[in-house]
C-alpha cells in the first residue's frame, strides 16, 4: 500500500516536470519573439504619433503666422499708401475701415490712430473711442517700439477678448501708430477647430500662461506653463512631450512657439487616444498569446497525462509480473520448506519407531510373564494388565503418528504421481484433526467411493487442501463450526468441496481472495500467499478454483480436478528429498 | 497357535537381527515363551557367525542396521543359507527397500513396529512355506 502511494506520487511529480519542459518550450519562444515585436511596433508606433502631432503643430503655426502676417501687411499696406494727415481724419479713417471690412469681412472690428503721446487721434469702429489715451497700456508701450507689433489677448476698455495689432510710422519727427483690433472669435476659429483623435484639441498660451484662445476648462496653464518652463521647451521652435496631468491623466503634448516666443500654440490629446490603435493590437496580440498559450497548456497536460499514463501502465505490467515471479518464488520456497520438514520429521519418526516397538515388546513380555501361575493370585494382576494395556495401546498410538508423519514426509516433492483423492483427504483431515479441535470445528466428510486415481504431486495437493481446511479453522476460530468435506466424480473430472459454515467473506473481498498478498487475517498471521498458491496449484494441473460465500451462512471452495494422465501434467523440477 | 502343534515337536529355529538390543531381547523373550527356539544377532556380522554355527529355519531381518545396509546382509544369508527364510523389518514407508529385499530372495516384509502376533504369523506362514515348498 505504502509503495502505491510513494508510486502514484512519483507520478505525478513525472507528469509536473514533463508539463512544465513541454510548457516552457512551447510558450517561451512565443511570448519573446511576441514581446519583442510589440516593442518595435509600439516604437514606431509612437514615432509615428509623434510625427503627426508635430506636423500638425508646424501646419498651425503656419497658419496662424500666415494670418498674424496677413493682418499686419494689411495694415501696413494701409498706413503706407495714405499719407498722416488723411488717415488722423476720422472720416477717411472710417473709408478705408469699410473697404477693409468689405475685403475681410469681420476679421477687424476696429482701426485707430494714435499718435506719440497715447492718444487715439482718430477712430473707425463700433466703439466710441476717439480721443482715448492708451499712453499706460503694455500694449502701446510694446508697438512704439517695433515697426510692427502684436498685443496679446486682452480685455480693454470693451471688455471683451481682444489683441491688437499696430505698424508704427513716423510724421514730422514723431511716431504714431496705426492699430487694428482683430477679431477674437475669427482668430479662435483658427485653433478652436482644431481636434486631433477623440481627446485632441489645440490653444494657445502666452508666456504668462494666459490663453491667448478661447479658455478651456481641461487645461491649467500655469502648470503646464511652469513644465515648458522647466522642460526649456520656450527656446525651441518645437518640441513634444508627454506629462501627466493633476488628474492623473497621461497627456501628450506637441508645442509650437509664434510670435517669437511670446506666444505658445499647444496640441494635446489624451495618451490612451493618441495611442488608442496600438493599445487595440497590444489587447489583441495579448488576448493570442494568451490563448495560445493556454492551448499549449491544455495541450501538455493532455499529451503529458497519456504519456505518464501509459508510463504507469508498463510499471504496473513490470509489477504484476515481478510479483508473479515473487510468488513463483515464494511457492518454490514453501515446498522446499515443507521438503525440509519432511525429512526431519522422518528422522525423527525413524528414531522414535525403534523405543517405541521396544515399549510395546516390553509391556507384550510383561504380560507374557503375568499369565504364569505365580502372578495368577496377585491381588494387583488386574491393575497391572490395565495399565500394560494402556501401554499398549499408547505405544501404538506413537506408531500412528510416527506412521503418518513419515507418509508426509515421503510426499515433500512436487513430483507428478498417481493419487487417490479421498485417500489424501483422509490423511489431511488426521493431520489437522489437532487445530480443528482445539478451533471447536468438527470436520465431516461426503466422499465418493471409487473415485479414479489423478495425476498430480501429492505434496501440492496436499497444500491446496491444506490451505482450505486451515483457513476454513481460522475462519470459524471464534464460533466453531462443521467444515464439509466432498469429493465427487463430475463428468470426466473430479470435484472437491471444502465448505464451511463460517462468516463468510464480504463480497468486496470474494474477488481478491486469489491475489497475491491479500490477507484479511491481522497483520505476521498470514501471507496472504496461501489462496494464491492453492490457485497456481489447481491451475497447473488444468483444473480449477471458485469460492462461493454467503454472508453469516459460510464459505464453498469448489476445486476440480481434471482426470488427466501423467504426460498431461507439466513437471516441475522441484525434488522433495 | 492351535495351528502350530505339530511344529511342538520340532521348535522352530528363529534367527532374530537387529541393532537395537533391547528390541532383539523383548522379542526373543516373547518368543521363546511360545516356543520358538530364538538366537539373537545385533549385527550382520553376529548373524553370520551364529548361522556358521547352528542351522536356522527362519530369519527376522532388520534392514536399517548401522554397520551394513540390510539388503547387503540378507544376500550374504541367502548366499550362507539358501534354504533360510527371510523376513524383513522395514520403517514406515520404505516399500522400494522391501521390495529389492523380495526380489533377492526375502520371503516377504512387516512394517516396523508391527503386532507380535502378526509377526508370529507370518514367521509361521514363511515355515510352513518352506516346509511344502
Given amino acids: 500500500m505504502e509503495e502505491k502511494k510513494s508510486s502514484s506520487r512519483d507520478y505525478r511529480s513525472l507528469l509536473k516536470k514533463v508539463v512544465f519542459v513541454i510548457i516552457i518550450t512551447a510558450i517561451t519562444p512565443t511570448v519573446v519573439v511576441s ?175 494666459d490663453f491667448q484662445t478661447e479658455p478651456t476648462s481641461d487645461v491649467n496653464p500655469d502648470e503646464l506653463v511652469k513644465v515648458l518652463k522647466g522642460d526649456n521647451a520656450l527656446n525651441r521652435p518645437s518640441s513634444i512631450f508627454r506629462h501627466k496631468n493633476q488628474e492623473g491623466k497621461e497627456v501628450l503634448y506637441a508645442i509650437t512657439t509664434l ?77 522446499g520448506k515443507l521438503a525440509s520438514i519432511g525429512e526431519l520429521a522422518s528422522g525423527i519418526a525413524h528414531e522414535i519407531n525403534n523405543p517405541v516397538a521396544i515399549m510395546i515388546e516390553e509391556a507384550g513380555w510383561i504380560e507374557d510373564l503375568l499369565e504364569e501361575e505365580e502372578f495368577k493370585e496377585g491381588e494387583n494382576l488386574e491393575e497391572f494388565c490395565r495399565a500394560l494395556k494402556q501401554i499398549n495401546t499408547q505405544g501404538k498410538r506413537c506408531k500412528e503418528i510416527t506412521h503418518k508423519l513419515l507418509s508426509f514426509a515421503r510426499k515433500t516433492d512436487s513430483r507428478i504421481a498417481e493419487i487417490s483423492i479421498n485417500a489424501l483427504l483422509e490423511e489431511i483431515i488426521y493431520l489437522s484433526s489437532q487445530r480443528a479441535k482445539y478451533g471447536n470445528t468438527e470436520v465431516r466428510t461426503q466422499l465418493e467411493k471409487n473415485l479414479p486415481p489423478v495425476f498430480a504431486s501429492e505434496t501440492e495437493m496436499q497444500q491446496v487442501f491444506m490451505n482450505l481446511i486451515n483457513n476454513a479453522i481460522d475462519a470459524m476460530e471464534k464460533t466453531g463450526g462443521i467444515i464439509t468435506l466432498t469429493s465427487k466424480r463430475v463428468g470426466d473430472n473430479i470435484l472437491v468441496i471444502v465448505a464451511d459454515n463460517g462468516p463468510g467473506i464480504a463480497d468486496a473481498n470474494l474477488s481478491r481472495i486469489f491475489d497475491p498478498f491479500y490477507t484479511t487475517k491481522p497483520v505476521g498471521k498470514g501471507t496472504g500467499l496461501g489462496l494464491s498458491i492453492c490457485y497456481g496449484i489447481v491451475k497447473k494441473i488444468g483444473g480449477d478454483i471458485q469460492a462461493h460465500s454467503v454472508k453469516g451462512e459460510g464459505t464453498t471452495f469448489e476445486i476440480l480436478i481434471p482426470q488427466n494422465t501423467e504426460a498431461d501434467v507439466p513437471a516441475v523440477g522441484m525434488k522433495g528429498d | 497357535m492351535s495351528k502350530k502343534e ?79 527364510v527371510v523376513i524383513m523389518l522395514t520403517g514406515h514407508g520404505s516399500a522400494e527397500a522391501a521390495r529389492e529385499g523380495i526380489s533377492q530372495g526375502a520371503y516377504d516384509y512387516l512394517t516396523k513396529p508391527c503386532e507380535l502376533t502378526e509377526l508370529i504369523e507370518k514367521i509361521n506362514e514363511a515355515y510352513a512355506q518352506r516346509s511344502t515348498g
Fill in chain 2, 6 to 84: 505339530d511344529t511342538l515337536s520340532t521348535p522352530l529355529r528363529l534367527l532374530l537381527i537387529d541393532d537395537e538390543v533391547g528390541y532383539v531381547n523383548v522379542l526373543a523373550n516373547r518368543l521363546s515363551k511360545r516356543t520358538f527356539q530364538v538366537g539373537k544377532a545385533n549385527s550382520g556380522a553376529e548373524a553370520f557367525q551364529l548361522l556358521r554355527q547352528k542351522d536356522f529355519d527362519v530369519a527376522v531381518l532388520d534392514l536399517k542396521m548401522e554397520d551394513m545396509d540390510g539388503i547387503e546382509i540378507l544376500k550374504i544369508l541367502k548366499k550362507m543359507a539358501p534354504e533360510l
Fill in chain 1, 35 to 209: 514581446m519583442f515585436i510589440l516593442n518595435e511596433f509600439r516604437a514606431s508606433y509612437q514615432a509615428k504619433v509623434y510625427d503627426h502631432m508635430e506636423l500638425l503643430a508646424r501646419k498651425h503655426k503656419k497658419n496662424i503666422d500666415m494670418f498674424l502676417s496677413e493682418k499686419l501687411m494689411d495694415i501696413g499696406w494701409l498706413a503706407r499708401s495714405n499719407r498722416f494727415e488723411e488717415l488722423s481724419n476720422s472720416v477717411f479713417l472710417n473709408q478705408k475701415f469699410v473697404e477693409l471690412q468689405r475685403a475681410f469681412e469681420r476679421t477687424f472690428v476696429d482701426i485707430g490712430v494714435v499718435d506719440h503721446e497715447g492718444r487715439q487721434i482718430a477712430y473707425a469702429g463700433p466703439y466710441d473711442l476717439f480721443g482715448v489715451k492708451y499712453s499706460d497700456t503694455d500694449w502701446f508701450k510694446g508697438a512704439m517700439t517695433k515697426p510692427y507689433f502684436i498685443s496679446d489677448v486682452f480685455k480693454g476698455l470693451r471688455g471683451a477678448p481682444h489683441f491688437i495689432i499696430t505698424v508704427r510710422h513716423e510724421h514730422q519727427g514723431k511716431p504714431w501708430i496705426l492699430r487694428a483690433t482683430i477679431d477674437f472669435g475669427e482668430f479662435n476659429n483658427l485653433v478652436e477647430y482644431l481636434r486631433i483623435g477623440k481627446s485632441g484639441f489645440a490653444f494657445i498660451l502666452n508666456k504668462n500662461g
Fill in chain 1, 259 to 335: 510670435k517669437n516666443g511670446e506666444w505658445i500654440m499647444v496640441l494635446q490629446q489624451d495618451v490612451d487616444d493618441a495611442f488608442a490603435e496600438l493599445n487595440n493590437a497590444q489587447k489583441i496580440a495579448l488576448l493570442i498569446i494568451l490563448i495560445g498559450s493556454l492551448g499549449s497548456i491544455a495541450t501538455a497536460f493532455i499529451v503529458s497525462n497519456q504519456l505518464i499514463k501509459r508510463i504507469s501502465m508498463a510499471d504496473e505490467e513490470k509489477h504484476t509480473a515481478d510479483k508473479e515471479k515473487e510468488i513463483m518464488s515464494q511457492q518454490v520456497i514453501e515446498t
